[in-house]
């Protein structure tokens, strides 16, 4: 079965125009088009989502926290985004490659990052967060929407060898007004690239409204490239990963790419260098906080008799036990010494640079026998 | 030694690059079944089938964004910019993404892309089919930057630029496709001269004469010239602008003392002013008089009917090298 588009004109209303599988107050509602990819969900691995979400936020409060004490130059928050994350990234294959944005804390975590990986860029110590190839995830990507096309290309390069791995890219709604976003569903779809676009519509673009990106559902954009699209609530973890199996087993499948457009909600600021009190309002803010992931799930395992005190104090004490870990390591990084501004530029002599780096060199040396 | 056009030698380089090795692919606009507007890849499509030599939408970003998934992924691509001034699209993703990876990432990920270029003036060509853009990518740490001059080098260098794990900006003088030269096509790479290197294709002890691409021609065309008034100039092909080989700058400028870096570039910021000042650094002491550019105007491309007022010519070659000679030029009589 392969779901398709769900035109809504209505913006205003677009989570309740979503597909969902759990509804905001935890009670489950039959869905056709998801249900059939969450068949085997049972409450244990309700509980390790659940888990994970909690997890998560934790890290992002770390997050937060260290970079207001001042031992991170920035963070993206990605509170409220953790059904969205989590949901989609636990559908992914261990072989599957990622090329996310800067906001995937959520994905990088689902795909096994260390602590200080959450960190390392952050904190100005390195330009990539973590070893890509360890976590199959590409570096954090800053330029808005410039990693969907590498992406793409990945794909182009499975389909060639034919793989039955699938690449998968994460943007935000500011990036699809990006060409690039745009090229890449083109080129997806010319070659019948096996990837997955996975939009997560967090409805602000720093302080632009989604609207302004978009008059339609940006999942109604994707048939018009030929790309089958879901519009999912991305508040629910449960649809989320639904939504995220349909797309991986459409593209690892043979049948080209497809896109998710996961309806979300950024509850922080853009980041810690923002203020959006100055451009939302709190009311709006009220109505999506009764719409938390984490809640949710918690509402609908609490009806179901699975949500136990173990699971809840077990969660809680691996979420400080990360965050706990996470700050260590931060707070123990040592910066590297300064001739390592040169290193890594090009992978081979670069004759210009040496004598850049000679000439520092021995600038540097020449404060030596100082005190 | 086979006899090439420049256009037939890159063709037989891409050939060959495609032959050795397996990752590498092809990827621009009409190169398939056309060959590119160019032929540069007429007959790659048969002998190496659609999945290598790849037809692109009409995008540039998006031809280079999908050159770097594919290197993400272990390929060494080869991009064809149709035209010099079409590469503007693809230039946030050559400089934040193919000039940036590596370094980014501490080496982890190689970015092997060759991204070609059409290039330059002198074809009577419509408007942003003429340009010089090597600069903006000289400029830009992580990138390596190439400019061919002839069909011996055009074959080596590619295949060298390709083998690179190194991003290279391939710059092709369009204006010379059609000129024909010696190419050994069976050399092996491993005994060319390094890509980075320059090359000094006439000696002299006079003056010396920097430049590279289609202006080399034009400068032993001048040096011709000056040799029947008794001038002898070195000229030098730099061949590679990222890195700039000083060694071989400074071993001739300590010869001759005397210095004219010409191209068809534009001035102000131009790879000339970057010469200049790192020759001055180098060899202030051996330098006799200023030394000069020969450049294009600071215009952009002018319309086809007016491009010879703007490329410099061997005329205006040999005015600047009476003036680093300090014999009477075209400012003698402002000056006085």
Not at chain 1, 77 to 89: D, H, K, L, R, V
Not at chain 1, 183 to 192: K, N, P, V
Not at chain 1, 322 to 338: D, F, I, Q
Not at chain 2, 32 to 52: H, P, Q, S
Request: with cysteine.
């Amino acid at each position: 079965m392969s779901p398709q588009t769900t035109p809504i004109a209505d913006t205003a209303q677009d989570l309740e125009l979503s597909e969902r599988i759990l509804a905001p107050d935890g009670t489950r509602v039959a869905n056709d088009r998801l249900d059939p990819f969450v068949t085997d969900v049972d409450a244990a691995q309700l509980r390790a989502l659940h888990r994970d979400m909690v997890i998560l936020r934790r890290i992002d409060a770390e997050g937060v926290a260290l970079q207001r004490q001042g031992q991170l130059g920035l963070w993206a928050p990605c509170q409220g985004q953790e059904a969205t994350q989590i949901g989609t990234a636990r559908a992914l294959d261990p072989q599957d490659y990622v090329f996310p944005s800067y906001r995937e804390t959520g994905v990088i975590y689902a795909r096994g990052a260390q602590p200080g990986d959450y960190v390392r860029m952050w904190r100005g110590e390195e330009g990539a967060a973590y070893d890509p190839a360890a976590l199959r995830v590409a570096p954090l990507q800053i330029i808005i929407g410039a990693q969907t096309l590498h992406a793409v290309g990945y794909a182009l390069g499975i389909q060639h060898e034919k793989a039955s791995e699938v690449a998968v890219t994460y943007f935000g709604d500011g990036a699809t007004s990006q060409g690039d976003v745009n090229e890449a569903m083109i080129f997806a779809a010319s070659y019948q690239a096996p990837v997955v676009f996975v939009c997560q519509n967090n409805h602000w673009a720093i302080s632009e409204p989604v609207a302004v990106q978009s008059q339609y559902p940006i999942a109604g954009r994707a048939p018009g490239f030929g790309i089958p699209s879901l519009r999912v609530d991305g508040n629910d973890v449960l649809a989320c990963l639904a939504a995220m199996r349909w797309a991986l087993d459409h593209a690892r499948s043979g049948k080209g790419p497809a896109y998710i457009e996961a309806v979300t909600y950024r509850m922080g600021p853009h980041t810690t260098a923002d203020d959006p009190t100055r451009y939302r309002d709190e009311a709006e803010l009220e109505s999506w906080r009764r719409r938390d992931p984490i809640t949710r799930l918690e509402a609908y395992l609490r009806a179901t008799g699975d949500l136990t005190e173990e699971h809840l104090a077990e969660t809680q004490a691996a979420a400080d036990a990360v965050a706990k870990e996470m700050r260590a390591t931060c707070l123990g990084m040592v910066t590297r010494p300064p001739l390592a501004v040169f290193d890594g530029v090009y992978a081979e002599p670069h004759t210009g640079l040496e004598r850049q780096r000679d000439e520092y060199a021995a600038y540097l040396a020449s404060f030596e026998g100082e005190a | 030694m086979t006899e090439l056009t420049l256009g037939k030698a890159l063709g037989a380089g891409l050939r060959q690059a495609m032959r050795d090795d397996e990752k590498v692919v092809l990827l621009g606009e009409d190169i398939g079944k056309l060959g590119g507007v160019f032929r540069i890849t007429d007959g790659l499509l048969d002998e190496f089938g659609a999945a290598r030599v790849i037809d692109t939408p009409l995008a540039e970003s998006g031809i280079v964004g999908t050159a770097v998934g594919l290197a993400f992924r272990g390929y060494r691509p080869v991009v064809e910019i149709q035209f010099d001034g079409f590469v503007y699209p693809a230039f946030d993703q050559i400089v934040s993404q193919v000039a940036k990876l590596h370094y980014r990432t501490q080496g982890r990920v190689k970015m092997p892309i060759t991204i070609r270029i059409p290039w330059a003036g002198g074809i009577g060509a419509a408007e942003h089919h003429s340009e010089s853009p090597e600069a903006y990518f000289a400029h830009t740490a992580g990138l390596r930057v190439v400019a061919v001059s002839n069909p011996e080098d055009a074959y080596r260098s590619l295949r060298q630029a390709i083998a690179s794990d190194d991003p290279v900006v391939f710059f092709e003088p369009k204006r010379l496709y059609h000129h024909k030269g010696e190419v050994d096509l069976e050399a092996p790479l491993a005994d060319a001269p390094p890509m980075g290197l320059a090359r000094v294709v006439r000696s002299g002890t006079d003056v010396t004469v920097l430049t590279y691409g289609a202006m080399v021609s034009t400068a032993l065309q001048a040096a011709e010239a000056a040799e029947d008034e008794g001038v002898a100039l070195e000229v030098i092909d730099l061949r590679s602008l990222s890195p700039v080989d000083y060694d071989s700058i400074a071993a001739s400028v300590r010869k001759t003392g005397r210095v004219v870096v010409a191209h068809e570039a534009s001035r102000e910021a131009g790879l000339a002013a970057e010469v200049i000042a790192s020759v001055t650094e180098l060899c202030f002491e051996y330098l006799e008089s200023p030394p000069l550019r020969v450049t294009g105007h600071d215009v952009p491309y002018p319309p086809a009917k007016l491009e010879k007022y703007h490329l410099p010519d061997l005329d205006r070659i040999l005015d600047a090298v009476d003036r680093v000679m300090d014999r009477p030029h075209s400012l003698t009589g402002a000056d006085a």
